[in-house]
T-cell receptor, first 110, second 114 residues
Framework: SQQGEEDPQALSIQEGENATMNCSYKTSINNLQWYRQNSGRGLVHLILIRSNEREKHSGRLRVTLDTSKKSSSLLITASRAADTASYFCATGNNNNDMRFGAGTRLTVKP | EPEVTQTPSHQVTQMGQEVILRCVPISNHLYFYWYRQILGQKVEFLVSFYNNEISEKSEIFDDQFSVERPDGSNFTLKIRSTKLEDSAMYFC????????????FGPGTRLTVL
């Protein structure tokens, strides 16, 4: 299946710590994207990494992509209570159609 | 900043009734999508739409579902005869062009089928 699978399913950390979430997928992809969803709300795009890229940064976010292992990781540094949300990876094919994983529920305790 | 909008925010309907969920994608976007998310579960792809026709649809998108772009701005999802298991959040998304870029999501419509 093209869709990503995140782990862990849930992650609880203290404010200031780093949070790492992983995503694995099974087929070839064109790109991989990470989204955030606050409880009961819509999805907010965080970052996109293309299949020929290995690492990308955006503010406190760092995404890596290893196409040989078919995996990606999202690192949030110096976490804040406001980072509490669900984080989803989504794999994009050559048509840029996306398939989402089940998500990681991150809780950052103040 | 332009955004995708969806109406209504919450729709309650009786089983067997038809519902139409409405979306207004970002104006210069060309690709449109519907997803659903059953409470506490993952976001599931339903259908993609480009150039006034369906590009791809999932196995969830059966004959009970249809999409339409009736007037060049709205993008609708119709469920002909709702079932209890159709209760979910329905998200519309749009994308600008053929180049690789992100999809912009609306805030969702919560559909409750009683």
């Amino acid at each position: 299946s093209q869709q990503g699978e995140e782990d862990p399913q849930a992650l609880s950390i203290q404010e200031g710590e780093n949070a790492t979430m992983n995503c694995s997928y099974k087929t070839s992809i064109n790109n991989l994207q990470w989204y955030r969803q606050n409880s009961g709300r819509g999805l907010v795009h965080l970052i996109l990494i293309r299949s020929n890229e290995r690492e990308k940064h955006s503010g406190r976010l760092r995404v890596t992509l290893d196409t040989s292992k078919k995996s990606s990781s999202l690192l949030i540094t110096a976490s804040r209570a406001a980072d509490t949300a669900s984080y989803f990876c989504a794999t994009g094919n050559n048509n840029n159609d996306m398939r989402f994983g089940a998500g990681t529920r991150l809780t950052v305790k103040p | 900043e332009p955004e995708v909008t969806q109406t209504p925010s919450h729709q309650v309907t009786q089983m067997g009734q038809e519902v139409i969920l409405r979306c207004v994608p970002i104006s210069n976007h060309l690709y449109f999508y519907w997803y659903r998310q059953i409470l506490g579960q993952k976001v599931e792809f339903l259908v993609s739409f480009y150039n006034n026709e369906i590009s791809e649809k999932s196995e969830i998108f059966d004959d009970q579902f249809s999409v339409e772009r009736p007037d060049g701005s709205n993008f609708t999802l119709k469920i002909r005869s709702t079932k209890l298991e159709d209760s979910a959040m329905y998200f519309c998304a749009s994308r600008r062009s053929t180049s690789v870029n992100e999809q912009f999501f609306g805030p969702g419509t919560r559909l409750t089928v009683l």
